[in-house]
């Protein structure tokens, strides 16, 4: 054989070993996915390194997770992420703009949630609270006087309206005087006084012209009302009832059965307020849709920032609880070997190629010095 096939032949084989080991270790790290036997003995490097080594794998691996790469701090950098604040806000926007397209009335939500039981007997439900709690209102209250049941706000309206109410009383009563219908009333009073009065009041009416002495009557009654110190009295008369009658008992001004009729009345003004039914088959996206605009600019930011804020803050106490290092290791122990195997290749294909063709590179290269030492010495 000459020099040069014997160097190409040694080269040859030399590649061939080369590669072929470097794909047999390769594909050994896998392969054979279960123990070989000969009868009872074991074949060695079986199964392979991975199938073999694997729950120290997941543990290992579970451990560089928790502890080096999905750690506490690097959860709350990406919490505080601006990026990620804004991608969650488009995404819950665009959530909410969809919603806000579909019309969905709470009966058909009720319906859904096979609740409809709810929708049917609100009414009852809802009449049956208002009456309950109107019954304990007047049952904790009824010892106590008006004024410390009526809220503040009603006394300092009522303080500020009472000038108002004497000035319109007296503008009213002089409206009434000055009328004809008016007139009549002053007319009759004074007919009835006098007829009360027997003969004396008769003998008088005869001297009086009785048509002179109402304009007359009815003038001064004008001017008596027009005077400030009538509404003064009025308006400190107003007052003194007003501070007598709130010094009373709530019981004492309103009796138990009065109570109960005044509680049937105002529940059922406030039903036909409400009109339930009404609502009930209204869209849900009807009621929010006035109020959009700051749903999406206030609301919904607001949450995100909440929820992004209190994530960060209770991080630490989250992922001690995920056990994140043990949740990657049972997830990694599910996995199946030919799975696992597919996920290497797939990841690192072309360079367990490049090892295999190293192999034949370095095995063609060793052929070439072993070709030539053999035919130098």
């Known amino acids: 054989m000459s020099d040069w096939m014997t160097i190409i ?23 054979p996915f279960e123990a070989k036997y000969i009868g009872k003995w074991r074949i060695p490097f079986t199964p392979g390194v991975i199938p073999k080594r694997r729950e120290e794998l997941a543990v290992k691996i579970g451990e560089v997770v928790a502890k ?4 506490n701090e690097a959860v709350q950098e990406k919490l ?26 709470p009966r058909e939500l009720l319906t859904q949630w096979d609740m409809t039981a709810i929708g049917d007997t609100a009414n009852d439900k809802i009449a ?40 319109q009383t007296l503008q009213k009563i002089s409206m009434f005087t ?16 006098l007829a009360d009065r027997g003969k004396v009041g008769g003998m008088v009416g005869l001297f009086l012209n009785n048509d002179t002495f109402v304009t007359r009557m009815q003038k001064e009654v004008l001017k008596f009302l027009g005077k400030s110190e009538t509404e003064a009295v009025l308006e400190a008369l107003i007052v003194s009832e007003w501070q007598q009658f709130s010094e009373r008992a709530l019981v004492d001004v309103m009796p138990v059965d009065k109570q109960e009729q005044f509680s049937e009345q105002l529940i ?40 992004l804020h209190f994530a960060s803050e209770h ?23 030919r799975e696992m195997e597919q996920i290497v290749l797939d990841i690192s294909g072309k360079e367990l190629k490049m090892i295999t063709y190293l192999g034949g590179f370095l095995g063609g290269f060793i052929g070439v010095l072993q070709g030539i030492i053999a035919i130098w010495f």
């Open 9 to 31: 032949f040694m080269v040859i084989v030399g590649v061939f070993i080369g590669a072929a080991t470097n794909f047999i270790a390769i594909r050994m790290l896998f392969r």
């Open 68 to 71: 080096h790469l999905l750690t």
């Open 80 to 105: 505080a992420s601006e990026d990620l604040r804004t991608e969650l806000v488009t995404t819950a926007n665009a959530l909410v703009r969809e919603q806000l397209a579909v019309r969905t009335t």
């Open 128 to 167: 049956m609270v208002l009456k309950g709690q109107l019954t304990q209102f007047f049952a904790k209250r009824n010892e106590l006087a008006v004024k410390k049941v009526l809220p503040d706000v009603v006394h300092a309206e009522l303080a500020r309206k009472i000038p108002a109410i004497s000035a």
């Open 178 to 193: 000055a009328s004809d219908a008016g007139k009549f009333q002053i007319k009759s009073m004074i007919e009835r006084i």
């Open 268 to 307: 059922a003004e406030i039903m036909r307020t409400v009109q339930l039914e009404k609502w009930l088959d209204m869209p849900v996206q009807d009621w929010i849709r006035p109020y959009e605009q700051d749903i999406l600019d206030k609301v919904v930011p607001f949450l995100i920032d909440t929820v």
């Open 315 to 337: 991080s630490a106490e989250v992922m001690k609880r995920l056990e994140i290092g043990t949740m990657v290791q049972h997830q990694i122990e599910a996995f199946s070997l």
